[in-house]
C-alpha cells in the first residue's frame, strides 16, 4: 500500500487500535505485518491495524460511525432551520404593526455575525472556536461502546496533530448556521408573500445620518446584484399607508441582506474548509516516530525477524522451570491455541473426552487461562504455539505458570515448517531450559493430536 492509496480511515483505525490494545502485544498480527507490508514503517503500522481492526471489525463499527455523526449533524442541523424560520417570523410579527428595519437586521443577522466574529478570532487565536462544532462532535462521545469511544479519541488525537480538527470544527458549525439562516430566509420569504408589511426606523437616540449611513453600506453588495437601493428617507414617520413600491423594495433589500450577509459567508465558510481539510487529509500521516508509537514500529521492524530471541535471555541459572502439580486430576487434559489466532477449526474436531480448550491471545487472557488451570488441574496440558515466532521471555514464564499446574506438559510447534532451523532451534533449547522433555515437542497437530488422546486415555 503506498502513500497515496493509503486513506485517512486506514490511517484513523490504526490510531484506533493502538488505543484499544493493552500493553500486551499481539504477536500474530506483528508477524504478519513484518511479512505482508512494504518498507516504510507507517505502511507496516497500517497492515498490522488492519489485521486487528478486521478481527474486531472496525472498518463496520467505523462506518456506524459516521453514520451516526451525519445524524446528529442532519438533527441538530433541522432544529436550527426550524429556529431559524420561527425567528424570522416573530421578528417580522403578524404584519398589524411597521417593521423596524434595525431591529429585523438585527434579529435576523446579529447573533449570527457575532458567532462568525467569535469563529475568526478563534482561529487568529489558533483554537477552534466552533461552539456549535464542538457540540455536534461532543455527542460522539455517548455512542455506546468502547470501539465507538476509542474511534471518537482516536479521531480527535489523528486531526489535532495535523492541525484539522477546528477545520472539522468549523465545517460542522458553518453547516448549522448555514442551515439556520436559510430557515430564517424561506421564513422571510414565505412571510412577505403571504402578508403586507410597511417597514420603519424608529430611534430615541441616534440621528437619521446613522441609519442612512448604514443603509448605505449594507447595500454595496445588494447593488452588485441589481436589487434597487430605496431611499432611507422613506421609512422616517412611515405608517401603514406606504406605497406599496416603497413596500417592496424594502422587503427585497432586507431578503437580500439576509442571503448576502448571512448566508453567502457561510457558504464561503464551508468551502474555505473543505478546500483545506481535503489538503491535510492529503498530507497526514501517522507520526510513527512519537513517544506512543516506538515501540510497535520497534517490534515491526523487519530485522526482527532475524532475530533469535525478543528478549535478552536470563544469566545462566536464573530460568524457571517447570514444577509439575502434585495432584493433576487424571483422565483431564487442556489443550491451548497460545498467541495464534489464525489457527481454523478451533476448536479442533474429535477431541478426546475431558479436553478443554482457552484461547491465550492477551494479557487479560493469560491471566483467565492461569486461574483456569489452577481450578482444573489437568494430567495434560498441550500449548499450540507459532514457531515463526521467537519464544521470549513472556511467553516462557507464562508456560512456566501454566506447566506448574498440571501433570505433564506438551508443546506443539506449530507452523514448524515456515520457520528457521535456527528458530526451532532456539525453541527447543528455550522449552528444554524450563523443564519440557524433547519426547513432549511435536511438530505436526494431528501427532499431537493423537498423543493427547494416548495421554488422556
Avoid at 21 to 35: G, K, L, M, T, Y
Avoid at 379 to 396: E, F, H, Q, Y
Avoid at 423 to 432: A, G, V
Wanted: aromatic letters at 6%; proline letters at 5%; hydrophobic letters at 45%.
Amino acid at each position: 500500500m503506498s502513500d497515496k492509496q493509503a486513506s485517512f480511515k486506514a490511517r484513523w483505525q490504526a490510531e484506533a487500535v493502538r488505543l484499544l490494545q493493552s500493553a500486551e502485544p499481539d504477536r500474530q498480527a506483528e508477524a504478519e505485518a513484518r511479512e505482508g507490508a512494504a518498507a516504510e514503517a507507517e505502511q507496516r503500522v497500517l497492515r498490522w491495524a488492519a489485521i486487528i481492526g478486521a478481527r474486531h471489525q472496525l472498518p463496520e463499527i467505523q462506518s456506524a460511525w459516521r453514520r451516526h455523526c451525519v445524524l446528529i449533524l442532519v438533527a441538530i442541523s433541522v432544529l436550527a432551520l426550524a429556529g431559524g424560520f420561527t425567528t424570522a417570523l416573530a421578528v417580522l410579527g403578524d404584519g398589524t404593526q411597521p417593521v423596524n428595519i434595525p431591529w429585523a437586521l438585527g434579529g435576523l443577522l446579529g447573533l449570527n455575525l457575532l458567532m462568525l466574529l467569535f469563529w475568526l478570532l478563534g482561529m487568529l487565536a489558533r483554537s477552534d472556536g466552533a461552539l456549535l462544532g464542538r457540540l455536534v462532535f461532543q455527542l460522539t462521545h455517548y455512542l455506546p461502546g468502547e470501539h465507538h469511544k476509542a474511534l471518537t479519541r482516536a479521531f480527535a488525537t489523528l486531526n489535532q496533530r495535523a492541525d484539522l480538527m477546528r477545520w472539522w470544527l468549523g465545517l460542522l458549525s458553518h453547516t448549522v448556521w448555514l442551515c439556520a439562516m436559510l430557515g430564517a430566509l424561506l421564513g422571510l420569504l414565505w412571510t412577505l408573500a403571504l402578508r403586507s408589511y410597511a417597514f420603519t426606523w424608529e430611534t430615541t437616540i441616534l440621528s437619521a445620518d446613522v441609519f442612512t449611513a448604514l443603509v448605505h453600506g449594507l447595500s454595496l453588495l445588494p447593488q452588485t446584484l441589481g436589487i434597487t437601493i430605496p431611499d432611507a428617507a422613506t421609512l422616517v414617520g412611515a405608517d401603514q399607508s406606504q406605497a406599496d413600491e416603497v413596500r417592496r423594495q424594502w422587503a427585497a433589500w432586507l431578503t437580500a441582506s439576509v442571503a448576502l450577509y448571512g448566508l453567502m459567508p457561510r457558504l464561503v465558510l464551508i468551502l474555505i474548509s473543505s478546500i483545506r481539510l481535503l489538503v491535510g487529509l492529503r498530507q497526514l500521516r501517522l507520526q510513527t516516530t512519537a513517544p506512543e508509537w516506538a515501540p510497535l514500529v520497534q517490534r515491526l521492524s523487519p530485522d526482527l525477524n532475524e532475530r533469535h530471541v525478543t528478549d535478552p535471555a536470563p544469566e545462566a541459572g536464573q530460568t524457571a522451570r517447570i514444577v509439575p502439580v502434585s495432584n493433576p486430576r487424571p483422565g483431564t487434559s487442556v489443550l491451548v491455541a497460545y498467541e495464534l489466532t489464525a489457527i481454523k477449526p478451533w476448536p479442533p474436531a474429535e477431541l478426546p473426552e475431558h479436553t478443554h480448550c482457552l484461547e491465550v491471545n492477551s494479557r487479560g487472557q493469560r491471566q483467565q487461562s492461569l486461574s483456569a488451570l489452577a481450578e482444573t488441574r489437568p494430567g495434560t496440558l498441550m500449548v499450540i504455539c507459532d514457531a515463526r515466532l521467537s519464544p521470549d521471555r513472556g511467553t516462557l514464564h507464562w508456560l512456566v505458570n501454566a506447566g506448574s499446574l498440571a501433570g505433564v506438559t506438551q508443546i506443539v510447534l506449530h507452523n514448524s515448517e515456515q520457520s528457521s532451523d535456527e528458530r526451532l532451534t532456539s525453541w527447543h533449547d528455550s522449552l528444554r531450559d524450563i523443564g519440557v522433555d524433547r519426547a513432549h515437542i511435536h511438530h505436526a497437530m494431528t501427532e499431537a493430536l493423537n498423543q493427547l488422546g494416548v495421554h488422556n486415555g
